[in-house]
């Protein structure tokens, strides 16, 4: 069946680094890729997402980068401030259906100044 | 500032009894997806609807969780009994079909059932 795998689990970065988390998915005809942050509390928000039909992404200090051969999609951070500490989640439509979404275990990010 | 709404934040309640969770969507959307979060399952969809009309609710336990859309400005989702493992926070989200792919969660509902 459909599944998403996101790595790593946790990251710790200094303020200012970079941060990378990747995501691995096994539904060739999945066609939207979405990128989502959860503060502490709160409901998932969309931060930025991609289209099969396109390989790479940027808004301000985020960009998104999708490989459909290889299945894999990549969320990069630039300069990253602690208001970027929260959990971030990939997700992939699962078999080409709008909407339905199949979710990454998340990743814990921490940035301490 | 369009959002999603939910009702009530934080439920707790007593094994056996009837819960039930509403949702507002944002105005103009026309599909609605219902989604569980658990520290062991991570974000799972449950059902959603468009236009009202249920799409799929292969994600949803069928013998006590019920989810229905009796206008275009409220879904619920009821569990009934409800039991200790349905402790969760279950989130809305909702979408515009034929227009774009985003999806719009709102804030949650913090169910704990003891």
């Known amino acids: 069946g459909e599944n998403v795998e996101q790595h790593p689990s946790t990251l710790s970065v200094q303020e200012g680094d970079s941060a990378v988390i990747k995501c691995t998915y096994s539904?060739?005809?999945?066609?939207?890729f979405p990128w989502y942050k959860q503060e502490l509390g709160k409901g998932p928000q969309l931060i930025i997402d991609i289209r099969s039909n396109v390989g790479e992404k940027k808004d301000q200090r985020i960009a998104v980068t999708l490989n459909k051969t290889a299945k894999h999609f990549s969320l990069h951070i630039t300069e990253t401030q602690p208001e970027d500490s929260a959990v971030y989640f990939c997700?992939?439509?699962?078999?080409?259906?709008?909407?339905?979404?199949?979710f990454g275990a998340g990743t814990q990010v921490v940035v301490t100044p | 500032d369009a959002r999603v709404t939910q009702t009530p934040r934080h439920k707790v309640t007593e094994m056996g009894q009837e819960v039930t969770m509403r949702c507002q969507p944002i105005?103009?959307?026309?599909?609605v997806f219902w989604y569980r979060q658990t520290m062991m399952q991570g974000l799972e969809l449950l059902a959603y609807f468009r236009n009202r009309a249920p799409l799929d609710d292969s994600g949803m336990p069928k013998d006590r969780f019920s989810a229905e859309m009796p206008d275009a400005t409220l879904a619920t989702l009821k569990i009934q009994p409800s039991e200790p493992r349905d402790s969760a926070v279950y989130f809305c989200?909702?979408?515009?079909?034929?227009?774009?792919?985003?999806?719009?969660f709102g804030p949650g509902t913090r169910l704990t059932v003891t």
């Open positions: 997700a992939a439509t699962m078999g080409g259906s709008w909407g339905k979404l199949q």
């Open positions: 539904d060739s005809a999945s066609n939207y």
């Open positions: 989200a909702s979408g515009l079909y034929g227009t774009d792919y985003e999806q719009y």
């Open positions: 105005l103009g959307h026309n599909t």
